[in-house]
């Protein structure tokens, strides 16, 4: 069992950021045009019209994978339905998000973002799992905040989520904070830079992250996220 490993069961959470990043350091060496244009491409998001707050802050797509064996299959398209146990605020319905571009999809920088998670708890290459794939930007402006976590402290309802940044622009706030199953504070963190990550086992603890706001208001503002959530299938 790795230390890593050791860390996703007790406490329950590991932060990967600067130096300690590996796979952000391995993206960069061995992939870095493609790293960038899988970054680029959230540029790319469409505005998610199911904000019960009525914003218009939160920016997505989505898409689901099968990985086994050190292959990435992408399912046929499916709406994004969570219960609302986990989701008091947009869970209980389906949410229709257009899907990954191909283009992304092909990008070799998810493969190895797949890849290097899924070692960090997987017992066994053959073991399947089920990949929900959200890329997320949220913005902020100066007469509304961004919130990326709007249902609040909450679970996923998976076994494990990755948490990555892959930009952030003249963003205040949006920290990360991880709770216990009391819901009591246990850490917290910025992902502050492209490749920060927090690697969650979502049945020891719960997680959310605060609002943001523009560092200099007459700027745009933006936090781009890849978050996946593992499912044993
Ligand atoms: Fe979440």
Known sequence: MSQVDTLLQKPGFMFAMGKNNRLQQQLARRMGQAYQRFRHSWGGLLLDPYLRDGGNYRYRRYSVFHWKNNALDVLPHEPHYQSSHYNRVHGGFNRHFRAW????????????????????????????????????????????????????????????ILIMMMD????????????????????EGTLAQAGDLVLVNDHAVYHGVTEISPADPTQPAWRDVLVLTFHKA
């Open 101 to 160: 571009l191909p283009t992304t999809l092909k990008n070799p920088a998810l493969k190895e973002i797949v890849r290097w998670a899924t070692q960090q708890f997987s017992r066994s290459p053959a073991e399947l799992w089920r990949i929900q794939a959200h890329q997320f930007r949220i913005i902020a402006r100066p007469d509304q905040q961004g919130k990326p976590t709007p249902e609040g402290i909450h679970k996923d309802g998976a076994e494990y």
């Open 168 to 187: 952030r622009h003249n963003v205040n706030g949006g920290v990360s904070r991880i709770y216990d199953n009391a819901m009591q504070p246990l850490a």
